[in-house]
């Protein structure tokens, strides 16, 4: 589940669980997106997957 847990003017910022930790994605306000996480290989599992895949579709709100 992707929960928002900051957010200002200039970004947002979700916070996703993941199997071994967390990943925080950032949602600038133009638009970019940017993924940050407690360990790289958590990070590097998690953009093979298709909830990053869903992620970045909800956010940009691509179909």
């Known amino acids: 589940m992707l929960e928002l847990i900051?957010?200002?003017q200039e970004v947002r910022i979700y916070r996703?669980?993941?199997v071994g930790g967390?990943?925080?994605v950032?949602?600038?306000k133009n638009g970019e997106l940017a993924f940050g996480a407690g360990k790289?290989?958590?990070l590097n599992r998690f953009e093979k997957t298709h909830v990053y895949d869903?992620?970045?579709k909800v956010l940009t709100?691509?179909?």
């Open 6 to 8: 900051a957010e200002n």
């Open 16 to 18: 996703y669980n993941t």
């Open 22 to 24: 967390w990943i925080n």
């Open 26 to 28: 950032y949602q600038f």
């Open 40 to 42: 790289a290989s958590i």
């Open 54 to 56: 869903r992620v970045c």
């Open 61 to 63: 709100h691509k179909k």
